[in-house]
């Protein structure tokens, strides 16, 4: 118990030295507070949109964004990729229409949102999936490709069906992958929402860094980074978390030292 | 410092931000002649170009000193930028287009005039000099806000937005403003001037004008041969500024009457104060601001060209 | 009433550019209820000719019939033991031997017959252990017990004893005797122990290496227990040796 | 051969429907051509852009931008990647931080950056790194921590050093996993161009690709979006081509009917 | 002179919340250059004891010295024949051999030894093949090769032949047994297989199951080859098996 706190705890200490040493160096105007306005700042402000009310809105609209942009996302590439993962004949077929699509920059698939899907949620939330689904896509088809054969052989001779199959092989099987696809694909919704909300939000976080930037006011700026950077920490840290839980199968391993 | 009477030395570098777009002629013929950097030379001074289009990227360069000018920044983006302790100076205008920004609506969105657009839907990005139109335009039709509602997003979203149907109305600037109208689907409503100076303005940081007044001056007086130049040689000047941004040597020669790249601020004063009054109102700058005293801290044209 | 028929099967394995054959015409036949015990020195082809019987490879040439068909894999007629112990790492002991069993098929008296078999295979310390911390007979046992509890009509085993030390081996090889007359199971066993081939088969087939030909030495009709001391089986146990 | 001819051709098969099915739909004005241009408006575009010379160099400062920053990101990651995989504390001490930071929009850093780096290359270079990392990183660690104990204790045993250990036994072992990373670092890569070009680039395909939006010249935005397509598509490709040359271990397996 | 001397080791290992003891207060003693043979029944604790000795392992609490000194791991004077043949999938037969030779030891005497060893193990048609093509007992002799290659003053064999047919095991013992007396090693073999003890051991040690003793059969006197038929080593093997 004490240990599980000592251990926590030292994953604290980086930040909030930082956070210290930037406090400090921005006392003794060694920093361009224009550019990186002080923590004391950044808090002060933070204050300010709690008391209004607007900071909450603002986590509200992208929080709401971001889980299903996510959600769809999984549900996407998920059995997509399965299907590319143990289908070489769909792989092929579909290979270069995903490869390409996979460098194309969200901003510029925005007309094309729009046209298809107008500018409400539904084109936010496409932008969202857009962002999230090669990192769970290429991590799926991964852990398809790299499943024990040895023991997909003793499934077979067992009589599991092709869906059987899937979720009772596959699927725990590739669960390290997965979970580092989804992990990626989750910051990746994260890092999508400024992009996301230049497109007819009035509200969330990416609108808050976004106006931040435009209005000359980095403190706003930089309070909607922390709280991205903070939620979207704690998701992976719960994801990371619930990731433990259910791999239990890693063995123990040899220590130095 | 200012006590100490010598000069500093001549900086090795001098920074200057450019935008060639939508038809920035004197950046585009100067940059073309290397006007600047043969001038600056002469000192043994290295000029730089830097396209920086945004204007957020413009001021946070300017406030950590990568930048020393920044050409073609909009009016309202300075006084923020002022307003929120990035230290410059609006040293000349750089251009103004007010008949090149236009309020346009669908053809199908059954509007006519300012009035009509109560209850309608109009895309465009707040906080912007195309939103200053905006609300000055409704304020004339005892319009309010709430009486529309603003969907926010860049122009060029809303120019697919408003061809795609799903909004009613937005304001553009050229050349996206005459591509809505030649698709036939839009409407032009009226145009900006009147409403907005559309001015956009040389800024310096104050450091360096203080530090390097003479050179502020050259820099200014670089940037007026490179107006006469154009004024001297108008079809050549078109011309690179079709090649600079692969445009139709057509479409050139009919925005270019549109702008307006007069230096002077004689009138700016004015403008300037009626934006920071409008920013003020909106909420974007703190509501106990003076705009006079700063405008008067913001302007300084001591170094224009005589 | 044979259960298992082969036919002129080969098998050939492309090792770089080269095809190499592996079994070479190979024509057998098992009857339904039959113990065989197959043996053959080391990379002769007993592990391939399990994967093609199970299905899980295919022949280059020749016919498989098992009950007279082609076999279709996912049938849960056949079913193996695999050489290496091949746990599901993700699974406890107890969830790896129920892993064959139908979803539907967690009947009370199933139940009380896997606990049997956990119980004969001493595996009941351990069920609810994970399979990185299993010692090799253990495994080598959870994995015996996975294909058992299937009660397949062809029961294929790949040396499942190899990891087991005598006391625990002859215990089990008693169980499986068991298993098999109450069962009406039909076994494969594969083997490099003689003994063992001898205390269990009906038939003892010999395959050969990188040949199309099999020595087969029917001993059907003894009784079991039987007795590896006994001056018959030392002649057996020589004259299959030489065989190889 | 021939087989193989004709596995390239199925993969070519979808992508050409669309560009016809594209190209027929334009002809009869069934989309908006200020919004989606047809093909052949595009290819006009590209002919007279390469005629001029301006596509060349557009191509060539974004190629060598997305290749430094691609290797940079690589050269950071990879051993960073491995320390965090092998070594428990440090993953402690850091991970609060990296997973903070694996959250911000590029855009949110660019003041930083700007800051720190300057408005040359450098900052170009940064954000192009930034979008490459994570993936790069989570897949390294996620190779590392499943590579098969059992090998390391070999390994071990045999005396392998604590460098021979990584690249003779993690190394091989997480390749696969390191190509999932680097792939779609790669492709993060190429995304983040208009990013990038928005930062004092007078050139480039994010460059091309903005001022396609800016002009309100579709066709000029697809054929920068199209350009990134195909070359982010050959390197994922080539990457691909590479990975299967190295990873030989893979073993045959079951193939249904 | 002794060469590995354990004092009084414990091995505890956690399963679930409780501690579960595996090895109790072992204390044994290994001369340099004996060949020692490990039995017990599956799951005593032999692969544990394995480990332990090699330094894979921590025991928690005793005292084993290899030298007279804690052994470090790493420092190439133990080597192990684990239980499994584990081979690195991405290495040719080969490579995998030569896996623990050190870079700079590629010498020709070396070479030769190597191919040696390869071709006295039955290897060499195989030495170009991936580890996925090879049977089970092709690969078991791979993972031996790879440990007798590094010629470690201790080498450790678990369960080494537990694949191989007789023929294979017998020709493959007479070989161990020459490198054993040529190259001067220490060799504590782990097997289930009595008569495999009997023919190579000059002691067997059984291990009993999660208990604290062992016992000990000194049959040091005894030449090589011996005749695991004659009667002093069938009654020796009954020993051996009733202390069990
Ligand atoms: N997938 C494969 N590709 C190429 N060669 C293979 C493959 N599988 C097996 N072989 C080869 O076929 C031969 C027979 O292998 P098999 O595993 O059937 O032998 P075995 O009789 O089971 O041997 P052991 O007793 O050692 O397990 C071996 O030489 C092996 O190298
Ligand atoms: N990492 C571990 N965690 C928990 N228990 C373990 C672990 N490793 C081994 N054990 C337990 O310790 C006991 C001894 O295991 P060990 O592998 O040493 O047996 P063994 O004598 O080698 O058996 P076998 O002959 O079957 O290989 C077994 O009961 C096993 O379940
Ligand atoms: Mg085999
Ligand atoms: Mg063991």
Same mark, same amino acid.
């Given at each position: 118990?004490?240990?599980?706190?000592?251990?926590?705890?030292?994953?604290?200490?980086?930040?909030?030295?930082?956070?210290?040493?930037?406090?400090?160096?921005?006392?003794?105007?060694?920093?361009?507070?224009?550019?990186?306005?002080?923590?004391?700042?950044?808090?002060?402000?933070?204050?300010?949109?709690?008391?209004?009310?607007?900071?909450?809105?603002?986590?509200?609209?992208?929080?709401?964004?971001?889980?299903?942009?996510?959600?769809?996302?999984?549900?996407?590439?998920?059995?997509?990729?399965?299907?590319?993962?143990?289908?070489?004949?769909?792989?092929?077929?579909?290979?270069?229409?995903?490869?390409?699509?996979?460098?194309?920059?969200?901003?510029?698939?925005?007309?094309?949102?729009?046209?298809?899907?107008?500018?409400?949620?539904?084109?936010?939330?496409?932008?969202?999936?857009?962002?999230?689904?090669?990192?769970?896509?290429?991590?799926?088809?991964?852990?398809?490709?790299?499943?024990?054969?040895?023991?997909?052989?003793?499934?077979?001779?067992?009589?599991?069906?092709?869906?059987?199959?899937?979720?009772?092989?596959?699927?725990?099987?590739?669960?390290?992958?997965?979970?580092?696809?989804?992990?990626?694909?989750?910051?990746?919704?994260?890092?999508?929402?400024?992009?996301?909300?230049?497109?007819?939000?009035?509200?969330?976080?990416?609108?808050?860094?976004?106006?931040?930037?435009?209005?000359?006011?980095?403190?706003?700026?930089?309070?909607?980074?922390?709280?991205?950077?903070?939620?979207?920490?704690?998701?992976?840290?719960?994801?990371?978390?619930?990731?433990?839980?259910?791999?239990?199968?890693?063995?123990?391993?040899?220590?130095?030292? | 410092?200012?006590?100490?009477?010598?000069?500093?030395?001549?900086?090795?570098?001098?920074?200057?931000?450019?935008?060639?777009?939508?038809?920035?002629?004197?950046?585009?013929?100067?940059?073309?002649?290397?006007?600047?950097?043969?001038?600056?030379?002469?000192?043994?001074?290295?000029?730089?170009?830097?396209? %920086?289009?945004?204007?957020?990227?413009?001021?946070?360069?300017?406030?950590?000193?990568?930048?020393?000018?920044?050409?073609?920044?909009?009016?309202?983006?300075?006084?923020?930028?002022?307003?929120?302790?990035?230290?410059?100076?609006?040293?000349?205008?750089?251009?103004?287009?007010?008949?090149?920004?236009?309020?346009?609506?669908?053809?199908?969105?059954?509007?006519?005039?300012?009035?009509?657009?109560?209850?309608?839907?109009?895309? %465009?990005?707040?906080?912007?000099?195309?939103?200053?139109?905006?609300?000055?335009?409704?304020?004339?039709?005892?319009?309010?806000?709430?009486?529309?509602?603003?969907?926010?997003?860049?122009?060029?979203?809303?120019?697919?937005?408003?061809?795609?149907?799903?909004?009613?109305?937005?304001?553009?600037?050229?050349?996206?403003?005459?591509?809505?109208?030649?698709?036939?689907?839009?409407?032009?409503?009226?145009?900006?001037?009147?409403?907005?100076?559309?001015?956009?303005?040389?800024?310096?940081?104050?450091?360096?004008?203080?530090?390097?007044?003479?050179?502020?001056?050259?820099?200014?007086?670089?940037?007026?041969?490179?107006?006469?130049?154009?004024?001297?040689?108008?079809?050549?000047?078109?011309?690179?500024?079709?090649?600079?941004?692969?445009?139709?040597?057509?479409?050139?020669?009919?925005?270019?009457?549109?702008?307006?790249?007069?230096?002077?601020?004689?009138?700016?004063?004015?403008?300037?104060?009626?934006?920071?009054?409008?920013?003020?109102?909106?909420?974007?700058?703190?509501?106990?601001?003076?705009?006079?005293?700063?405008?008067?801290?913001?302007?300084?044209?001591?170094?224009?060209?005589? | 009433?044979?259960?298992?028929?082969?036919?002129?099967?080969?098998?050939?394995?492309?090792?770089?550019?080269?095809?190499?054959?592996?079994?070479?015409?190979?024509?057998?036949?098992?009857?339904?209820?039959?113990?065989?015990?197959?043996?053959?020195?080391?990379?002769?082809?007993?592990?391939?000719?399990?994967?093609?019987?199970?299905?899980?490879?295919?022949?280059?040439?020749?016919?498989?019939?098992?009950?007279?068909?082609?076999?279709?894999?996912?049938?849960?007629?056949?079913?193996?033991?695999?050489?290496?112990?091949?746990?599901?790492?993700?699974?406890?002991?107890?969830?790896?031997?129920?892993?064959?069993?139908?979803?539907?098929?967690?009947?009370?008296?199933?139940?009380?017959?896997?606990?049997?078999?956990?119980?004969?295979?001493?595996?009941?310390?351990?069920?609810?252990?994970?399979?990185?911390?299993?010692?090799?007979?253990?495994?080598?046992?959870?994995?015996?017990?996975?294909?058992?509890?299937?009660?397949?009509?062809?029961?294929?085993?790949?040396?499942?004893?190899?990891?087991?030390?005598?006391?625990?081996?002859?215990?089990?090889?008693?169980?499986?005797?068991?298993?098999?007359?109450?069962?009406?199971?039909?076994?494969?066993?594969?083997?490099?122990?003689?003994?063992?081939?001898?205390?269990?088969?009906?038939?003892?087939?010999?395959?050969?290496?990188?040949?199309?030909?099999?020595?087969?030495?029917?001993?059907?009709?003894?009784?079991?227990?039987?007795?590896?001391?006994?001056?018959?089986?030392?002649?057996?146990?020589?004259?299959?040796?030489?065989?190889?």
């Amino acid at each position: 118990m004490l240990k599980q706190v000592k251990i926590r705890l030292q994953g604290v200490i980086l930040p909030l030295a930082i956070i210290l040493i930037w406090q400090l160096v921005s006392n003794y105007g060694m920093v361009n507070s224009y550019i990186l306005p002080s923590p004391h700042h950044i808090y002060f402000r933070c204050i300010q949109l709690i008391e209004n009310g607007s900071l909450q809105q603002n986590i509200l609209a992208s929080l709401i964004r971001v889980v299903i942009g996510f959600l769809t996302a999984l549900l996407l590439s998920i059995p997509l990729g399965i299907i590319l993962g143990l289908n070489q004949r769909v792989k092929l077929l579909l290979n270069p229409i995903l490869s390409f699509f996979q460098q194309i920059p969200g901003i510029a698939l925005i007309p094309i949102f729009i046209l298809w899907l107008g500018i409400d949620e539904t084109s936010k939330i496409a932008i969202i999936v857009y962002s999230a689904i090669f990192p769970i896509l290429l991590n799926t088809i991964n852990g398809i490709e790299t499943t024990d054969k040895n023991l997909i052989e003793v499934a077979i001779i067992n009589g599991i069906s092709k869906v059987g199959l899937a979720y009772r092989v596959y699927l725990p099987s590739m669960l390290p992958s997965l979970f580092v696809g989804m992990r990626l694909g989750l910051s990746y919704c994260w890092r999508s929402l400024v992009a996301v909300e230049l497109l007819g939000a009035s509200k969330g976080l990416g609108y808050l860094i976004q106006q931040g930037r435009e209005l000359a006011q980095p403190e706003t700026m930089f309070l909607g980074v922390f709280i991205i950077g903070l939620i979207g920490m704690s998701f992976d840290n719960v994801s990371k978390g619930f990731e433990k839980k259910i791999i239990r199968f890693k063995s123990n391993d040899y220590k130095e030292d | 410092s200012s006590s100490q009477q010598q000069t500093p030395a001549l900086p090795k570098t001098i920074n200057a931000s450019y935008v060639s777009r939508p038809i920035n002629v004197p950046s585009i013929v100067a940059q073309d002649k290397k006007m600047f950097e043969t001038e600056f030379a002469k000192d043994n001074i290295e000029f730089k170009w830097h396209d %920086l289009t945004t204007p957020d990227s413009q001021l946070e360069a300017l406030a950590s000193g990568s930048l020393d000018f920044a050409n073609s920044l909009n009016n309202l983006s300075a006084i923020l930028a002022k307003a929120n302790g990035n230290d410059i100076k609006v040293i000349s205008a750089y251009s103004a287009f007010p008949k090149g920004i236009a309020l346009v609506a669908g053809s199908t969105a059954g509007i006519s005039n300012e009035a009509d657009l109560k209850g309608k839907k109009i895309g %465009l990005q707040s906080g912007t000099m195309l939103y200053q139109m905006l609300i000055e335009d409704l304020a004339k039709s005892n319009l309010k806000k709430n009486d529309i509602t603003i969907v926010n997003m860049d122009s060029s979203s809303a120019l697919t937005a408003l061809l795609s149907g799903q909004i009613d109305a937005t304001i553009l600037p050229d050349p996206l403003l005459s591509k809505a109208i030649a698709s036939g689907k839009a409407t032009k409503i009226r145009s900006a001037e009147g409403l907005i100076s559309g001015l956009s303005v040389i800024a310096v940081r104050s450091d360096f004008a203080k530090n390097y007044p003479n050179l502020v001056k050259q820099f200014l007086q670089i940037h007026k041969q490179s107006l006469d130049w154009s004024t001297n040689n108008l079809d050549q000047a078109l011309q690179l500024a079709a090649t600079k941004n692969q445009m139709d040597i057509k479409a050139v020669k009919r925005m270019y009457p549109e702008f307006s790249f007069a230096m002077s601020m004689d009138n700016a004063k004015v403008d300037l104060i009626q934006s920071a009054e409008f920013l003020k109102e909106e909420g974007m700058i703190s509501s106990d601001t003076d705009t006079t005293n700063l405008i008067n801290d913001l302007i300084d044209t001591s170094f224009m060209p005589q | 009433m044979s259960l298992l028929e082969i036919h002129n099967v080969c098998k050939n394995f492309k090792i770089g550019n080269e095809s190499v054959s592996v079994l070479n015409d190979l024509t057998l036949t098992v009857n339904k209820g039959e113990l065989v015990c197959l043996l053959g020195v080391s990379g002769c082809g007993k592990t391939t000719f399990l994967r093609l019987i199970s299905g899980l490879e295919k022949q280059t040439s020749g016919t498989i019939l098992i009950n007279g068909t082609q076999y279709k894999i996912r049938n849960r007629t056949v079913n193996m033991v695999f050489q290496e112990p091949r746990l599901f790492p993700w699974l406890s002991v107890q969830d790896n031997i129920i892993f064959g069993l139908k979803r539907n098929d967690h009947s009370k008296a199933k139940n009380l017959k896997v606990t049997e078999i956990i119980n004969k295979l001493g595996l009941s310390p351990y069920i609810h252990e994970m399979p990185y911390k299993l010692s090799g007979g253990i495994a080598q046992r959870v994995a015996l017990a996975r294909a058992i509890v299937t009660e397949p009509e062809l029961l294929l085993l790949d040396e499942p004893f190899s990891s087991l030390d005598s006391i625990t081996k002859n215990s089990i090889m008693e169980d499986l005797l068991d298993l098999w007359k109450s069962a009406n199971m039909t076994i494969i066993h594969v083997t490099h122990n003689l003994d063992e081939a001898i205390m269990l088969a009906q038939k003892i087939i010999v395959l050969k290496y990188r040949n199309n030909s099999t020595e087969c030495f029917d001993i059907m009709n003894l009784s079991y227990p039987r007795n590896p001391e006994s001056d018959y089986f030392k002649e057996l146990k020589s004259k299959v040796f030489n065989s190889y």
